[in-house]
């Protein structure tokens, strides 16, 4: 047998870029549709401490921005199955004054519909799409924000699987009617309010109740040593997950 090792220095290398490649997400201005989702605590600690994601999450992140980049490139690009197709596509909602209220990045953005990639290496079945949208709904209600904010009732999921069982590739289409979009919108207005009010007073959100979403949280134990800045639970907070969205895939 030849000599084998760890390179355990460019190991380090690695993921230090690729760390810096999500750097910047801390820094961000404005109120992102993720800032509303899932955790609201997060995006206030990130913003402040800058903290790196631990090996585990990057490479997740990676590797979904590598599906990512594959639907676009080689997928939809050349394919004229959709069209005007743009990745990243960066979408803005304003006040009639042109004040910004909320800003966002659709995985790929088209005519006639929006795709949201996502790769998930849970043991999901693809084939049963209630099972697998119950379990990631903040897919849902991220996407239901998009469609609001592109004046559309419908959105491609491009789903890539990477389980004990194999790789699959499944993609979905998912359909809202009007009342659902207007709910979920109200929430995520509440949501906003609840936020500002917070970041006006110099004080944090409440934890988040979804105790997988600290698992991997870059800001995980300053967020429980500074509950010194946190502010009381109020009739807003607990719309954070009134609505999820009916949905019909």
């Known amino acids: 047998m030849p000599d084998i090792t760890i390179d355990v220095s460019m190991k380090d290398r690695v993921m230090k870029h690729l760390a ?38 990057l490479l997740r992140f990676t590797l979904g921005r590598a599906f990512e980049k594959v639907v676009h490139e080689e997928l939809l690009l050349n394919s004229n199955v959709l069209l005007n197709v743009e990745q990243e ?48 709904w903040y897919w849902l209600e991220q996407a239901m924000t998009y469609a609001v904010m592109r004046r559309r009732r419908s959105m491609m999921f491009w789903v890539f699987f990477a389980t004990r069982w194999g790789l699959d590739f499944v993609p979905y289409l998912v359909k809202w009617n009007n009342s659902e979009l207007a709910d979920h919108w109200r929430v ?32 995980y134990k300053v967020c429980y040593m500074d509950d010194s800045r946190r502010g009381k639970r109020t009739r807003v907070e607990e719309t954070t997950n009134s609505v999820r969205g009916k949905r019909r895939v």
């Open 188 to 219: 995520m207005m509440a949501r906003k309010k609840y936020v500002e009010g917070h970041r006006i007073l110099g004080t944090l959100p409440e934890k988040t109740e979804h105790k997988w979403a600290c698992n991997g949280c870059p800001v």
């Open 20 to 57: 810096s490649q999500y750097r910047d997400e801390s820094a961000r201005t404005g109120t992102h549709v993720s800032d509303l989702i899932v955790c609201l605590r997060r995006p206030f600690l990130m913003r402040e401490y800058f903290p790196d994601w631990d090996s585990k999450t």
């Open 89 to 136: 596509l960066e979408v803005t909602h304003d006040e009639e004054d042109g004040t910004p209220v909320l800003e966002g990045h659709i995985d790929i953005g088209a005519d006639p519909l929006d795709v949201e990639t996502k790769f998930t290496m849970k043991s999901e079945d693809a084939n049963d799409p209630d099972e697998l949208f119950a379990g990631n």
